[in-house]
């Protein structure tokens, strides 16, 4: 595996100086959010975006924490396109490799490319976000963060969620 790193466009990046990433999963699915921002009409500048919620309907595996944005040329994929706060793909991974051969001690034809498993990773000013899975659903929020957790445990417990508030930034 060559552990190819590239950019991830979902229409915002994470907050360069308070990211703020709150998580929450259970054994299949994860659920996150964080401050974000999006290019200003300049194309150059960032405007605030809000907070991004991000679900993840089918998460294999996740990892969340250190290194921050000062470590970061500590990680592994440094170098290979890993270059700072953004959110990337992971092609041909490594850790999907890793999982594909763990899991075939049990399950000799696993074969996870037919899975559709993807490497996605969030690098945040305090943290990095590295999941496995199938695909994000993205979305924008303008609602309060107390709102906004309720809405992302409702999600996560497969309950009614509460309405939404109209996202009135013009996404």
């Known amino acids: 595996m060559v552990d190819t790193v ?9 907050e360069l100086a308070v990211s703020g990433p709150l998580l929450m999963a259970d054994d ?3 659920v996150f959010s964080f401050n ?10 960032r405007d605030d975006a809000g907070r991004t919620v991000v679900r993840v309907a089918s998460c294999l595996a ?10 970061l040329p500590g ?7 890993l270059v700072g706060t953004a959110v990337y793909e992971v092609l041909e991974s490594s ?12 399950f000799p034809d696993t074969d996870m490319t037919r899975w559709g498993v993807r490497h996605f990773l969030f690098s945040f000013h305090d943290s990095t976000l590295e999941v496995l899975c199938r695909g994000l659903e993205v979305s924008l929020s ?12 409702a999600w996560l417990l497969g309950q009614a969620e509460p309405a939404a508030a109209p996202d009135r930034r013009g996404m």
């Open 95 to 106: 850790w999907v490799a890793e999982l594909a051969r763990q899991n075939r001690v049990r």
């Open 75 to 81: 990680h592994p994929l440094y170098g290979r396109g």
């Open 142 to 153: 303008g609602e309060s963060l107390a709102a906004e957790v309720s809405r992302m445990q």
């Open 28 to 30: 299949g699915r994860l």
């Open 36 to 45: 974000s921002t999006r290019l200003a009409a300049d194309g150059y500048h």
């Open 62 to 71: 996740f990892k969340f924490g250190y290194p921050n944005d000062e470590a």
């Open 6 to 14: 590239v950019e991830h466009d979902i229409g915002c990046f994470p």
